[in-house]
């Protein structure tokens, strides 16, 4: 069992930065690989970023490609998502997962096994 809890979000202009934080309980952190997705209102969860369980590889989506980085510090059971260049579109709940052994579909929601509750990112204009 892993529980998630995410921090980090806020309100944040147009071209400003933010870095979100995801916090992780159990001694098996360091064995999944881990995500983050985003929900807008109306919308479906988007995948956003993905790390590896070693930090060996990461995926990102192209919409976010060049101004988002994925890390982790399995040291401290966390992993980050540092955010620049925000744009208003990037305005939704950013949600933290967890995955087992699906790194070959990690951009898909269905896969992951545990999630955090999520937060709320605005980026005004």
């Known amino acids: 069992q892993v529980q998630l809890v995410e921090s980090g979000g806020g309100l944040v202009q147009a071209g400003g930065s933010m870095r979100l934080s995801c916090a992780a309980s159990?001694?098996?952190?360091?064995?999944?690989?881990m995500g983050w997705f985003r929900q807008a209102p109306g919308t479906e969860r988007d995948f956003v970023a993905a790390?590896?369980?070693?930090?060996?590889?990461?995926s990102y989506a192209d919409s976010v490609k060049g101004r988002f980085t994925i890390s982790r510090d399995n040291a401290k059971n966390t992993v980050y998502l540092q955010m620049n260049i925000l744009k208003p579109e990037d305005t939704a709940v950013y949600y933290c997962?967890?995955?087992?052994?699906?790194?070959?579909?990690?951009?898909?929601?269905?896969?992951?096994?545990?999630w955090g509750k999520g937060t709320l990112v605005t980026v005004s204009s």
């Open positions: 790390i590896s369980w070693s930090g060996s590889r990461t």
């Open positions: 997962a967890a995955d087992r052994d699906n790194w070959s579909r990690i951009t898909a929601a269905g896969v992951m096994d545990y």
């Open positions: 159990g001694r098996t952190f360091s064995s999944y690989n």
